[in-house]
């Protein structure tokens, strides 16, 4: 996971500077707390000048701009009439969070009418919101008192929402190989992707990976098999431990050469059983993930940057299928051939030998665990008509694993979604939702819904 800078910025009224500028000092402690809040809950804040006229909300809105923060957080503190910054707001690129509070939490009969100057912000904040709308800028909004429980925890989740937005607008796809022959749902053209998600796209063969094996020592293989004895239960022949090492670090090489942020190879394009890749590097595609890239399997660089954007913003997240229904127990099976981001585990994870009778490479080391029980969504990007791109949003539960001693050699997983699996496929799939997907760990739907909006995409909610 990285961490989200937000740039947070006050709005105030010249009118109540030119009556009497101490009013403005109380003011102080507060955006102490807002700032502070966000701090501890994981986003870096750069604080702005109080603004209350054009010309200072320009200033403030370039300095966020060149800072590259990856949203604007807005904090009235007194009405601020809209026209003065909404312009500046609608026309800048960053995300745009309004956030809705006040410095007192109760307001009731008995208040003291001295706190009305403190306390009357949110019909600034309903100005800004009609003008922005009328704009057609995209914005969010978090309401609440600041030290309610969810309020701070909500706007920080946008946060992240927003560097998810920002990574995934920017990706750079790696393909190794070309795309499964025939599958279509995930494969709009390249030129496509980057003209309407900004999603650059670069492709090489399998011989570019041999040539990058030419850098990787014995030293590098003995070093990292033995790191791999420190995270996993490590099962697999020593020989099968090795070649998969030998041919991962080749692709760990390619990757960071690069300068990639996600990437997807087609298993069938490893066809030699010699030399430095004569294995499917499934095992440190696994590692890849937990590292924080973006993956997807059979070319599919559609997925594997959505998967990595996600993974940036919200950690724990890895490439999966919706494999198999378990109509009568109303859950779905999640699973790939032999790639899993291990961060998403249950318990340790295994590194075991698989059999690979695909192409003449070799058998591949791979990583192999259950999904960890508890809340999770499923994420699926969907290519719709017109060149548009929908996304499926679905909270799921994670399962508990498989009593069946041979099944805990698969990578595998069993959701439960929140409609009966019967109607959740008929949507999913009315919805265009393809077979390849994301998992994401933890009770963060609401967030991943805001991704997807300030990425400009069609949410739909299963």
Not at 102 to 130: K, W, Y
């Amino acid at each position: 996971m990285q961490q989200p800078k937000a740039g947070l910025l006050p709005l105030y009224l010249k009118l109540y500077d030119d009556v009497n500028p101490a009013l403005r000092e109380p003011f102080g402690p507060f955006m102490d707390a807002i700032a502070r809040g966000l701090e501890e809950r994981g986003v870096s804040v750069s604080r702005g000048e109080i603004c209350r006229v054009n010309e200072e909300f320009a200033r403030e809105v370039k300095r966020f701009e060149e800072e590259r923060v990856d949203l604007i957080v807005t904090l009235h503190l007194a009405y601020s009439p809209s026209l003065e910054s909404a312009g500046i707001l609608a026309a800048s690129t960053l995300p745009l969070l309004l956030l809705d509070t006040t410095m007192d939490a109760s307001f009731g009969q008995g208040v003291s009418p001295e706190r009305i100057m403190f306390n009357h912000g949110i019909h600034g904040v309903q100005d800004l919101a009609s003008v922005l709308r009328r704009k057609g800028k995209h914005f969010e909004i978090v309401a609440g008192h600041f030290a309610s429980p969810d309020v701070l925890d909500r706007a920080a989740g946008i946060a992240r929402s927003a560097l998810a937005a920002r990574h995934f607008r920017t990706t750079r796809a790696l393909r190794i190989g070309s795309a499964f022959e025939g599958m279509g749902d995930f494969a709009p053209p390249d030129a496509i992707i980057e003209r309407v998600l900004g999603i650059q796209t670069a492709q090489i063969g399998v011989d570019a990976l041999v040539a990058e094996a030419a850098f990787i020592t014995d030293e590098d293989v003995r070093e990292e098999t033995a790191a791999d004895h420190k995270r996993y239960s490590v099962e697999a022949p020593e020989d099968v431990h090795r070649r998969s090492v030998r041919s991962g670090l080749a692709l760990r090489k390619c990757l960071a050469d690069g300068n990639y942020t996600a990437f997807s190879m087609n298993f069938l394009e490893f066809q030699s059983a010699d030399g430095p890749m004569d294995t499917v590097p499934f095992l440190e595609i696994s590692k890849a993930m937990a590292r924080g890239y973006g993956y997807a399997g059979e070319g599919d660089v559609l997925t594997a940057s959505l998967m990595g954007a996600l993974n940036k913003a919200f950690g724990k997240t890895t490439f999966t299928e919706i494999f198999c229904p378990d109509w009568e127990g109303d859950a779905l099976f999640l699973s790939h051939m032999g790639e899993v981001n291990p961060e998403v585990a249950g318990d340790v994870p295994r590194l075991i030998e698989k059999e690979f009778p695909y192409t003449p490479a070799q058998n591949p080391a791979i990583i192999t665990c259950a999904m960890r029980p508890g809340p999770a969504v499923l994420v699926n990007l969907a290519p719709g008509p017109a060149d548009t791109f929908g996304l499926l949003v679905a909270p799921v539960q994670v399962l508990d694993d498989t009593t069946v001693a041979e099944m805990k050699n698969a990578v595998r997983g069993w959701i439960r979604p929140e409609l009966p699996v019967e109607l959740f496929l008929e949507e999913y799939s009315v919805h265009g939702g393809t077979h390849h997907s994301a998992l994401v760990m933890g009770d963060c739907a609401s967030e991943i819904v805001a991704f997807g909006s300030i990425a400009g995409l069609d949410v739909t909610t299963l």
